[in-house]
Nanobody
Framework: QVNVVESGGGLVQAGGSLRLSCVGS????????MGWFRQAPGKERDFIAAINWNGDSTYYTDSVKGRFTASRDNAKNTLYLQMNRLKPEDTAIYYCNYGAIISGTLYPYDGWGRGTQVTVSS
């Protein structure tokens, strides 16, 4: 089942910023870790960021560390990804999911939503 809806993507120039949002449903939101994945053209879907159930621990893949920040607002059932200093290689469809954090990565629980397209121009 798909229990999330992603939004906030768009077209941005290199060096710019975007904030993605992910609204969850179908689960008790605050009981679960959540995270972000992305899939670039011709590539596999890759983990990029995760946040634990209460938002006090975050995990990032090296390619986004220091530029992207995951956060959550459990009262709004919403996960965020603030993306700064964007690069053309960040161009991808971005997805969120519930999951379990194991060894610094998120293992997703549910089906994938439509995602939101991020395009970074040079």
């Amino acid at each position: 089942q798909v229990n999330v809806v992603e939004s906030g993507g768009g077209l941005v120039q290199a060096g710019g910023s975007l904030r993605l949002s992910c609204v969850g449903s179908g689960r008790t939101y605050s009981d679960y870790a959540m995270g972000w994945f992305r899939q670039a053209p011709g590539k596999e879907r890759d983990f990029i960021a995760a946040i634990n159930w209460n938002g006090d621990s975050t995990y990032y893949t090296d390619s986004v560390k220091g530029r992207f920040t995951a956060s959550r607002d459990n009262a709004k059932n919403t996960l965020y990804l603030q993306m700064n200093r964007l690069k053309p290689e960040d161009t991808a469809i971005y997805y969120c999911n519930y999951g379990a954090i194991i060894s610094g990565t998120l293992y997703p629980y549910d089906g994938w939503g439509r995602g939101t397209q991020v395009t970074v121009s040079s």
